[in-house]
């Protein structure tokens, strides 16, 4: 199971920090992915962290701002967001997957995120 949290109201140029727990002991055997989805809008893709947390790859629209890391020995996994914009408001998710494979197989049931302007 995955548990997000950290959502809440910010002003735009701020900062937010999301956090994901999960729950069993194989934690560190998946690839973590944040995803959001806007009012209106599909979901998309945020970020993407694998397993050891050397690699990172971020969605063109977050890039520079949005920086994921993960904690394998807390079965965390983090989203800092950095000067958050407007258009960065929707509710996020995070989610799991298999190195193998590009389909996500866990997700967190979200958290709302909103950036005032």
């Known amino acids: 199971q995955l548990q997000a949290s950290g959502g809440g109201l910010v002003q735009a140029g701020g900062s937010l920090r999301l956090s994901c727990a999960a729950s069993?002991?194989?934690?560190?055997?998946?690839?973590m992915g944040w995803f959001r989805q806007a009012p209106g809008k599909e979901r998309e893709f945020v970020a993407v962290?694998?397993?050891?947390?050397?690699?990172?790859y971020y969605a063109d629209s977050v890039k520079g701002r949005f920086f994921t890391s993960r904690d394998n020995a807390k079965n965390t996994v983090y989203l800092q967001m950095n000067s958050p914009k407007p258009e960065d408001t929707a509710v996020y998710y995070c989610?799991?997957?298999?190195?193998?494979?590009?389909?996500?197989?866990?997700w967190g049931q979200g958290t709302q995120v909103t950036v005032s302007s």
């Open positions: 962290i694998m397993r050891s947390g050397g690699t990172t």
């Open positions: 069993g002991r194989t934690f560190s055997s998946y690839v």
């Open positions: 989610a799991a997957r298999e190195e193998a494979t590009t389909r996500y197989v866990y």
